[in-house]
Each structure stands twice: as C-alpha cells, then as structure tokens.
C-alpha cells in the first residue's frame, strides 16, 4: 500500500507540479479529476522507500504531463482565454517556493504602504490664508481704498500700468506633512505676468513695505503646523478705462504634498482689485 | 499503429470491466500485461474519463479494511452493449484486414517474377 511518503519524493512533486501546469487548460472538474487518479495511481505504484530508478521508472511509463493533458483535452471543452490563463497563474503559485511567497508578501506591504501613503497626501488639507494680507508696495498701501458689500471685503489700488505692483498674504500649513510652494497655477493673476515666492520663516511684517525686506524663494517649504508669507509680484500691463476695476478673490498655488503636486486654491479675506484709469505703459484690455 | 492502438484501448477497457470491477493501476497493469497495447500508462485516466462521460463506464470509492480508499470502475449496461458491438465489427474488421494483408502477401512473394 502507498502512502503519503511517496508523493514527497522529489521527482514525484516535481512531475505533480508539471501535471498542474499542464491541466490548466483543462475545465477545473476535469483538471482536478485527472489529478487526483494521476495521484492515486502513483499512490499504488510507488512502493514505500523506492529509490531514485524506480520512482522515474515509474514516471516514465505514466508519460510525459503534457502528453497526459493534450490526450484529457482531447475530449473537453474548449476553455475560455481568461480562465485558461487564471488556471495557469494559479497552477504557477501553486508551484511557486515559500521565497516567492514571502517576496510577494513583501512586495504587497510595500504596495500597500505605498497606496496608503499616497492617499494620505492626497487628503492632507493645503495651506491655507493666515492672518495677514496686504499691498508690498508703500505707494499702493499708502492709497488703498477698503470697501465691504455683501460681506464681501475689498481692497483696491490705482492700477500702475507699467510698474511693478504687488500683494502678499501669510498662509498656514494646517497638514502633517511640509507642503512645498512651487509657483503660481497658469492664469491665476490676471495683472500681468507675475511670480511667487515664500519667505523664509518668521519674516518681520511690517504693512506697506517692511515684508518686503525679507528673504524670499521658491521652491520654498512651509512644514506643518507653521506660518509663512507669500509674496506675489507683477509688472501691471492691463490699460484700465476710468471706473474700470479687475481684481481676484483667490490666488492658486502649485503646491508639492509627498508625492503629489496639487493645486492650492487659497480664498482671500479680502479681493485685491486694480482700477483704472491706467497711467503710464499699458498692452492689453481686459 | 499508434492510432489503431488507441482506438481499440477503449473496448479493450470495456472488457476487463466485464470481467470484474476494478481500480486503475490494477487496469493499468492488467493492459500492460498485453504487449504493445498500452504505450503509457497514463492514458488510461483521460480514456476512463471519456468512457466515464460517454456512460458506458462509472465508477466508485470503495474503502477495503486495511486499504486507502480507491476508485473502482465498472462497465454499465450500455457499455456491454457497445462492448458487444464492437466485439461483432472487430471479428469482421480483422477478418477483412487479415485477409487482405495475408493476400497482398501472397502476392508480395510472386511479384518479382511474374511483374515482368
């Protein structure tokens, strides 16, 4: 009588495993039915401690897999692409050694800590408006008009067509992850050509000019939990008719979270508004 | 010779079965001991299968006192039937072939002389 032992000899796994491969092309009933008489027979024929010969003798006379497989095939029905190929995958992770599947567990931790960190950054809140806003420029703070209607706030300036104009605002990084400012979102300023940068940590604010005087750059890091300010600089080219105001009620920022490079939409307190009538070098209406 | 084996496995299965119910390394074995009939041992399986699906054989586990469980195959009605079928077309095919073959041979010794 056979037993057990006989299916751990080695050349017997090794032509099971083969078998498994092979029958993947065969409907699942047919596949394991062939399976198990191909085993039982073995079971049978391989007497108890038989050696290396013998077992491949053995083997020899059953035929090759593949052989064993094509004439079971022979008269089943055809498999549909999809489930031959899932049989075959799961006929080779049967197969494969405890390495692989340690790798693949491995490799599915890494994944997986992966996906969660990315959906991590992906919901982290961005920075947002701080505290503080203003004109950087003295000869605009100096003769800004402050108007509120329908809870709407707004500041407005004398356009400078021609000359350099400019706001600032201190924003706040509410996420535990350092958020990195890497520019203005295309179209995000309607002034004219502008550029952002973020200050160095805890600048010296002083309205109407003195933040100027801090050190800014860009890319620029703003960590979590911590303040820092924002300086967005354009040379004016809009030409304004007299009465005419353009302004904007949010500023959008590229900004890197982890991974990701998101956009940063920041709704100002405040709107930031030019209006006309434009002196000096002006190029377009708007 | 391949193909003319393979197509009498078959029947020749059905007649062992007639003769008792048995489990496949004992089929194996008893086809092995007819020389040439089997050309390996496992096509028997796929050809129980068929045979199996065509309900000319069945099969069952049976659990003997001090054995492992084991698969016994049988022949069903309909396949003594076939059995028997085949039996009467086999007797005239081997006939008509054994015939022709010991005629052409015949011939085969006489042809050198008499071609020309």
Excluded at chain 1, 87 to 109: E, H, K, N, P, T
Excluded at chain 1, 218 to 229: A, K, S
Excluded at chain 2, 47 to 59: C, E, H, I, Q, W
Aim: proline fraction near 6%.
């Amino acid at each position: 009588m056979g037993t057990r032992t006989q299916q751990r000899h080695p050349l017997i796994r090794g032509y099971l495993r083969e078998l498994d491969l092979a029958l993947a092309e065969l409907p699942s009933e047919k596949a394991v039915e062939l399976r198990q008489q191909i085993t039982a027979h073995l079971q049978d024929a391989v007497p108890p401690r038989a050696s290396a010969d013998e077992v491949a003798t053995i083997l020899g006379r059953l035929g090759p897999p593949g052989e064993l497989a094509a004439d079971a095939a022979a008269g089943a029905a055809p498999q549909a692409r999809t489930a031959v190929a899932v049989r075959r995958l799961g006929a080779r992770l049967r197969r494969a050694r405890w390495q692989s599947w340690v790798l693949a567990a491995i490799v599915a931790l890494v994944l997986a800590a992966g996906a969660g960190r990315v959906i991590q950054f992906a919901t982290a809140p961005l920075l947002q408006q701080g505290d503080t806003d203003g004109w950087v420029y003295a000869r605009d703070y100096n003769r800004e008009v402050d108007t509120q209607a329908d809870e709407a706030q707004q500041t407005t300036v004398p356009i400078r067509s021609g000359q350099l104009q400019g706001l600032y605002l201190n924003v706040s990084n509410p996420s535990d992850f350092t958020e990195t400012v890497l520019g203005l979102a295309p179209g995000s300023i309607p002034f004219g050509n502008a550029v952002v940068r973020v200050s160095e940590p805890n600048p010296e604010i002083d309205f109407g000019g003195a933040v100027a005087n801090a050190r800014y750059a860009l890319p620029e890091n703003v960590p979590p939990g911590q303040f820092r300010m924002v300086e967005v600089l354009w040379r004016s080219s809009l030409c304004l008719a007299k009465g005419a105001q353009v302004g904007i009620q949010q500023i959008q920022l590229r900004v890197r979270v982890g991974w990701l490079v998101k956009t940063d939409t920041i709704r100002l307190f405040a709107g930031f508004y030019l209006s006309g009538p434009s002196q000096g070098t002006c190029r377009s209406r708007p | 010779m391949t193909e003319l084996r393979r197509g009498v496995l078959g029947p020749c299965v059905l007649a062992l079965l007639e003769l008792r119910p048995r489990f496949g390394l004992e089929l194996v074995r008893d086809l092995a001991a007819s020389d040439g009939l089997l050309t390996s041992d496992g096509t028997v399986y796929p050809l129980l299968n068929r045979l199996r699906d065509a309900g000319l054989v069945t099969s069952e586990w049976r659990d003997e006192e001090g054995e492992r469980a084991r698969r016994y195959y049988s022949i069903t009605a309909a396949g003594q039937e076939a059995l028997a079928a085949f039996r009467a077309d086999w007797t005239q095919f081997a006939a008509t072939v054994g015939g022709v073959l010991n005629h052409l041979q015949g011939d085969a010794h006489i042809a050198p002389d008499g071609g020309r």
